[in-house]
């Protein structure tokens, strides 16, 4: 043992904060400009039978899942109170984990930054914004924003990390 191991770990939560608000912006940025030029239900085709920039809104939650319901202004805020609440618990987890960028807390960043941009949209417009419209033959995948994105890679990285062969930490 060094004279300085019970010095405090440098913190890196800035930067995985700084993950979260570029994942927020580049959201935000993404969708203004999804809906100021392109008219809602118009698509720009990218890669011919495979990728389109779309302009679609979503009142529910992923795969428009209770968008049809018949009490729409419950759904809002139901998916509003879970997301806050489900950011608010990663939010404590990364204070627990930020002193060290890992596999893990990337993972959490990204997912925070996704929910809030998402959370934003629900809470302003009433809806998000899905622009991102992937074709696999013929295969369509729902309409998504870089919000989702961000979430299913963080979640994605989390199921990763999970397989991952954990160090055995010398104390």
Known sequence: MTWFSNWPRPRRLHWLLLISVLVVVADRLSKTWVARHIRLGGAIPV???????????????????????????????GLIAF????????????????DRVTLTTVALALILGGALGNAHDRIVYGSVVDFIEVHIFSYHWPDFNLADSSIVTGACLLFLDSLLPRRKSIS
């Open 47 to 77: 890669l011919d039978h495979v990728l389109r920039i779309t302009h679609w809104t979503n009142e529910g939650a992923a795969f428009s899942m209770f968008a049809d319901t018949t009490s729409p202004n419950l759904v809002r805020w």
């Open 83 to 98: 997301t806050l609440l489900a950011a608010l618990c990663v939010f404590i987890a990364l204070l627990r984990l930020g």
